[in-house]
């Protein structure tokens, strides 16, 4: 009778009570608002967002990440982020002791959920918090696992620059991925030479100026498609003179084509 009680009683919310479950995975669900932002956070256990509506923004110390439908961002235990909402996030949050599961142990990263790793996350969020080894809850979190493992991941990460004299320059193109300056035309802005900047893209952001902005503006265009915007629109938005150079562009670097990001079959 108790272990009906508890497998009744309502799902805890707050990730505090999902630290020190006993078994590898433990399953939270929460429900945001459009427009909420979780503060700067870590967890002790590793953490697999999985949204089955809406949008969500990572941003850590030094990167951006998108999270479209279809996709979910791995968080190794003790990485400080925050997380934005763009539309109603119904979100799926595992939390994974790798101490146990130690093949499972990933760096940060977005990848593909595929339509089973979609069910079985859904499925075990269904169960009670606290399941026993060989339940179905159990045998769940084993497929987990290996479909987690063999997730194809998404290059989706914009890094952020540390270096004063880029943080304006890139703040702007964050905030307008369709500005066409160059380098040169930046340098006034940013208080260095065309030169300057080149070198400290390659040192502080680890690529070029130009595959910098392709990755902002796709990484914007990304955003926009999974709200619905049409793909003309959102190439003329993040800076493309025409449909076929930004889908050539979104299909190179993201691995599918961006009706694909839009929903469509």
Avoid at 19 to 45: C, N, W, Y
Avoid at 233 to 258: D, I, N, W
Wanted: glycine share 8%; net charge neutral; with cysteine.
């Amino acid at each position: 009778m108790t272990k009906l009680k508890i497998s009744a009683a309502p799902r805890s919310t707050d990730p505090l009570d999902y630290q020190d479950l006993p078994q590898e995975i433990g399953a939270m669900s929460k429900i945001f608002t459009a427009g909420s932002v979780t503060p700067l956070h870590s967890h002790e256990r590793d953490q697999l967002l999985f949204a089955t509506s809406g949008i969500m923004r990572l941003r850590t110390s030094g990167d951006a990440w998108i999270v479209p439908r279809d996709s979910a961002v791995y968080i190794p235990a003790g990485t400080l982020h925050s997380v934005g909402m763009h539309g109603d996030v119904d979100m799926r949050t595992l939390y994974i002791d790798t101490s146990v599961a130690e093949n499972l142990a990933k760096a940060l990263s977005v990848f593909s959920v595929s339509n089973l790793l979609r069910e079985l996350i859904l499925a075990l969020s269904e169960e009670p918090v606290d399941y026993g080894r060989g339940s179905r809850g159990d045998m769940i979190a084993q497929l987990i696992k290996i479909e987690i493992g063999h997730a194809r991941e998404l290059t989706l990460k914009v890094p952020l620059p540390k270096d004063v004299r880029l943080q304006r320059l890139c703040a702007e193109l964050l905030a307008n991925p369709s500005d066409r300056r160059t380098l040169n035309d930046w340098a006034d802005v940013a208080g260095a030479s065309a030169r300057t900047l080149a070198r400290l893209f390659e040192q502080d952001l680890g690529m070029g100026f130009n595959h910098w902005r392709q990755r902002v503006r796709l990484h914007g265009a990304l955003e926009a498609l999974s709200r619905g915007e049409p793909i003309a629109h959102v190439a003329r938005q993040h800076g493309y003179l025409s449909t076929s150079a930004f889908s050539a562009a979104f299909g190179k670097v993201m691995g599918f084509a961006p009706s694909k990001a839009a929903g469509e079959h």
